[in-house]
């Protein structure tokens, strides 16, 4: 099945500071998203980007499927930003198997 | 307001018994979907459901069960053969199609002893 590969798998930041995560996926895929897990565990959507750009708020997100990477910013980034960030591919047009990476545990300090 | 909603937020039970997870969306979405976490891990895919009726097994089945008997509805059980329920269980859903976005709910942390 398809592989997906999140790094770093952790990043420490002083508040303030803009970080780059990175999700390469090992085949084509038709959905990708990206999710922030908050210290509770809820599962936050942040975008969905099966390819192009997009951006919200002092995020954005680019996913260049040829290629077979998404890339996560965060700028100024917050002490709320503080979590794990998921990201989620899907390759069928017609089933339903979703494969998550590992994630990256992102600490942001005061 | 819609959303996805989980009970019990924490379950506690002993091993042998069988335990049922809710899920309940009001987002009228066709497909849901049941996940499992670890503790440092990312999601795995138990059950998911594209249609009233209709279930399918994800990459670890074993030791689950699930009924779509509503569309709203899609509870889990969690049976006394899976060898280690103990985990972090999250229930998603989204609309019918080729490339849907799912929605996630606020998850059930289940405790066997």
């Known amino acids: 099945g398809i592989q997906v590969e999140q790094s770093p798998p952790d990043l420490i930041l002083q508040e303030g500071a803009n970080s780059t995560l990175r999700c390469n996926f090992s085949?084509?895929?038709?959905?990708l998203q990206w999710f922030h897990q908050n210290p509770w565990g809820q599962l936050i959507n942040l975008f969905y980007?099966?390819?192009g750009t997009k951006q919200n708020g002092r995020l954005s997100a680019t996913t260049v499927a040829t290629e077979r990477y998404s890339l996560l910013y965060i700028s100024s980034s917050q002490t709320t930003d503080s979590g794990v960030y998921f990201c989620?591919?899907?390759?069928?047009?017609?089933?339903?198997?979703?494969?998550f990476g590992p994630g990256t545990r992102l600490s942001v300090l005061p | 307001d819609g959303g996805i909603t989980q009970s019990p937020k924490y379950l506690f039970r002993k091993e042998g018994q069988n335990v049922t997870l809710s899920c309940e969306q009001n987002?009228?979405?066709?497909?849901m979907y049941w996940y499992r976490q670890d503790p440092g891990q990312g999601l795995r895919l138990i059950y998911y459901?594209?249609?009233?009726?209709?279930?399918q097994k994800g990459d670890i089945a074993e030791g689950y069960s699930v009924s779509r008997e509503k569309k709203e509805s899609f509870p889990l059980t969690v049976t006394s053969a899976q060898k280690n329920p103990t985990a972090f269980y999250l229930c998603?859903?989204?609309?019918?199609?080729?490339?849907?976005?799912?929605?996630f709910g606020p998850g059930t942390r289940l405790t066997v002893t």
């Open positions: 998603a859903s989204s609309i019918q199609g080729a490339s849907p976005e799912q929605y």
């Open positions: 085949d084509s895929v038709n959905n």
């Open positions: 987002l009228n979405h066709d497909a």
């Open positions: 989620a591919v899907r390759r069928d047009n017609y089933g339903q198997n979703f494969v």
């Open positions: 459901s594209q249609i009233v009726n209709d279930f």
């Open positions: 980007i099966p390819s």
